[in-house]
């Protein structure tokens, strides 16, 4: 816009320059003063239609400027704000949320970890090796392969084996633990 302003100035100071040259020119006829004196006064007219012009951009520049910076900014910016607020009241609803159940859960976690620890303390290496030892030694053993031939069937006593119905101290203390361990507990810690 100023660059259009400038051009439109230098062309009126132009136009007025020739008109003073022509008007001052003694050869000059007098159709030629006027034709000067019309363009110079076209171009002064021009001039200020555009000072005019620009004028009221400015005025429109600025009055946009301010509705801008005093009305829809501050209204985007309460937006905003009322958005993060509902954004962080939910955050600590949820982390309420989370610390309220996590205190419900937290005594049965206790009371988990107190068993493991008990257990553990009554592991005995000793004792659970002579089991897993007898257990090993209780599994059945197979039968002698016998000679067959060729296209003769296998009786059904050589497809069985024989094995041990003893009771290991396995099962024995499965049983025990199971009677005395957990019918005294709730059934929800069972």
């Known amino acids: 816009k100023q660059w259009y302003q400038r051009r439109v100035a230098i062309t009126a100071g132009i136009a007025s320059i020739a008109f003073t040259k022509v008007n001052d020119d003694m050869n000059a006829t007098k159709a030629q003063v006027e034709k000067s004196r019309n363009a110079m006064n076209h171009r002064q007219d021009i001039m200020e239609k555009s000072k005019g012009d620009y004028i009221i951009a400015v005025e ?33 609803l949820v982390l309420q949320e989370h610390c309220r159940l996590h205190k419900g859960i937290l005594p049965h976690i206790t009371t988990c970890i107190e068993t493991m620890s008990e257990s553990a303390d009554s592991i005995s290496p000793s004792e659970d ?22 296209g003769t069937k296998a009786p059904t006593s050589a497809l069985q084996t024989h094995g041990s119905k003893r009771e290991t101290k396995r099962n024995r203390k499965k049983t025990k633990v199971n009677k005395e361990g957990l019918e005294n507990l709730p059934p929800e810690k069972r």
């Open 129 to 150: 090796s002579e089991l897993l030892m007898e257990e090993r030694n209780n599994q059945p053993h197979p039968l002698d392969h016998q000679f067959l031939e060729y």
């Open 60 to 92: 429109n520049t600025n009055n946009n400027q301010q509705t801008h910076y005093h009305q829809t900014w501050p209204g985007l910016l309460n937006q905003m704000q009322r958005c993060e607020e509902t954004r962080i009241e939910d955050l600590k």
